[in-house]
């Protein structure tokens, strides 16, 4: 006997009544409660449990750790310091590129977006070139006269390798703080300044007073992902040689076959240091003063620099910019140097080691490994990022915001924290061993690179949506079409650049993931380009490190590409994917 529509089950009927973008919503919920809190969940528990009971004794055992201590004391200053170097460097930077005009702007202001193409990480390959006993400071130094390397020991400018990750993760993050400071300052009412003016203000208590406070989210938001990942990173401390820090100790000890408790325990420190500074910053930094009320109705119309001024402009964004891309310069004459020893520039220039790349199975296979990696997470993130970026803007379902909450809270929790509690969930005899990183991870470091960069398509996608008004999605429905056509036919042509933009970010990023990259691929056969990276500047081969430089010059020609078009697409609202 067939059944009536009033027989059919419950949870068919559900189905068939419910609403796309319902269920759409409770998918993502379900996609990130499993692939981030429930990793986050784990590691937190293995940090808390001794003998198969809640415990301290882990914890314990850290705080009474002097040197642990003195690591995470390290990372805080090294985050701290990188960050205040940011924003040094870029708040007169974004000034002068907002409130003035001078010849060849769009050049300089491009450029600076240049150190973005390379991770630290890459650029560390280089830095002995530069800076060794032999390196080319020396070398320049001996030929202007200043040292003589055949006397004596040759000063090593690395030195304990502090201050060298600290200025290269400036100068390769800063970036990012000058893309929110730019757009923050664009949006700044000039009407506000002009009345302290009227009133008798100098330009340096308009600054303090009114310009500095309306700032804040703007720093705020570049800054808190400059000291987060400054403060978790692994890439470049590794290449350096500078391994005095908590983010390294956790990645050493998580490549052991055998992880314990008090590994998980430092991890819990880390994650609750970096949120807790990112809710301090979002409490000191993030509150908006006014701002809201204070975005420009008009646009400023930036006062027109003379010869002086032009000149100053250009030595100050040209030697920012020629600091930065030095680490691009050497990797690039590493790649294709012959024969370089002691000397200023190589002897000798040959392709031998890219061909040497693209031929050899294993570094062609970490880049095909890290095509798939990349194409696949960016592919979800297009998904999961659009869906929630049109409830937030379009539908305004109930949980929109608790949704673009959980979706943001990567840019909080560092990779490899993340990564530590992949690895707490797929341990051996777990549920998800089948995906570890000592079977196939292949499936983890999909979804580790999709949740990571999930917040960049959000933000693009979103931004794109606010600009577009709804009344035509409307009118084409008042002519007749479908909900699904009107998005077809009229939202996303109009939100392509948005799209595209997102994407090309997302993947060139994914392409380069260095934290997750480094801890969930163990075995060699699923290698990232980073992780060949890595293995190749540690070998023990001669041309180790011309080959690692090919592998890195790679990644910078995608990751050059697909920044340098997302920023042909979106113009100034490229900042709008880095924002918290």
């Known amino acids: 006997m067939e059944r009536t529509g009033t027989e059919r089950p419950l949870w068919r009927r559900y189905l068939e009544q419910a609403d796309p973008l319902v269920a759409a919503e409770v998918l993502i919920f379900l996609f990130v409660g499993v692939f981030f809190f429930w990793p986050l969940y784990e590691a937190v528990q293995a940090g808390l449990t001794a003998e198969g009971r809640f415990s301290f004794y882990w914890l314990g055992r850290l705080f009474s750790n002097r040197i642990v201590l003195g690591q995470i004391a390290n990372s805080f200053l090294l985050a701290c310091v990188t960050t205040a170097l940011c924003l040094v460097l870029t708040m007169p930077m974004a000034i002068v590129s907002t409130r003035y005009q001078f010849r060849g702007q769009g050049i300089l202001t491009g450029l600076l977006l240049v150190p973005l193409i390379l991770p630290p990480f ?69 009407a506000y300044a002009q009345a302290a003016r009227n009133l008798g203000a100098g330009k340096w208590t308009v600054f303090r007073r009114i310009t500095l406070p309306l700032l804040r989210p703007g720093i705020f938001a570049g800054g808190s992902i400059v ?35 008090r590994t998980y325990s430092l991890v819990l420190v880390m994650l609750v240091l970096s949120v807790l500074f990112y809710v301090l910053g979002k409490v000191v930094f993030g509150r908006s003063s006014g701002a809201e009320s204070a975005k420009a109705s008009t646009a400023s119309a930036g006062q027109r620099l003379g010869f002086w001024g032009t000149l100053g402009a250009w030595v100050f964004f040209g030697g920012v910019i020629l600091l930065a891309i030095l680490p691009h310069i050497g990797v690039v004459l590493t790649a294709v140097s012959g024969q370089w020893i002691k000397t200023i520039l190589p002897e000798r220039y040959t392709l031998d080691h890219l061909l040497f790349v693209l031929r050899q199975p294993e570094p062609r296979r970490a880049v095909l490994n890290s095509l798939v990696y990349a194409g696949l997470s960016t592919t979800l993130d297009l998904v999961i990022g659009s869906a929630a970026a049109w409830m937030l803007v379009r539908r305004r379902l109930r949980g929109a915001r608790v949704l673009d909450l959980c979706l943001m809270l990567p840019l909080a929790v560092p990779g490899v924290i993340l990564a530590a509690g992949y690895i ?48 035509l999605e409307q009118a084409a429905r008042n002519l007749g079409a479908t909900a699904g056509q009107a998005i077809r036919r009229i939202t996303v042509p109009l939100i392509a650049a948005n799209l595209i933009a997102s994407g090309l970010l997302t993947f060139s990023y994914a392409m380069l993931e260095v934290s997750d990259s480094l801890v969930l691929a163990q075995l060699r056969v699923h290698y990232p380009i980073t992780k060949e990276i890595y293995t190749q500047a540690y070998s023990a081969n001669t041309d180790a490190m011309q080959i690692a430089a090919s592998l890195g010059l790679l990644g910078m020609l995608v990751l050059g590409g697909s920044l340098a078009a997302a920023a042909v697409l979106m113009g100034k609202r490229l900042g709008a994917v880095f924002r918290a």
Do not use: C, H
């Not at 201050?163 to 730019?182: D, G």
């Open 122 to 190: 890459v650029g560390a390959l280089s830095i002995k070139r530069y800076l060794g006993q032999f390196g080319i400071l020396n070398l320049v130094l001996e030929r202007l006269g200043v040292l003589d390397l055949s006397s004596g020991r040759p000063p090593d400018w690395l030195g304990s390798g502090f201050w060298v990750v600290t200025v290269l993760q400036t100068l390769n993050l800063f970036p990012i703080l000058y893309l929110n400071l730019s757009a923050a300052l664009a949006n700044l009412d000039p």
């Open 227 to 261: 000291f987060i990942w400054s403060f978790t990173d692994i890439g470049t401390p590794l290449m350096v040689g500078y391994e005095e820090l908590a983010s390294v100790r956790i990645f050493k000890e998580l490549a052991r076959a055998d992880v314990s408790g």
């Open 424 to 471: 707490a969930m797929t341990a051996p005899g777990r549920l998800l061993e089948a995906i570890g990183p000592m079977r196939n991870p292949t499936m983890l470091l999909v979804i580790a690179y999709t949740i990571r960069r999930a917040p960049f398509v959000v933000r693009g996608v979103t931004a794109g949506l606010q600009q577009i008004p709804e009344t």
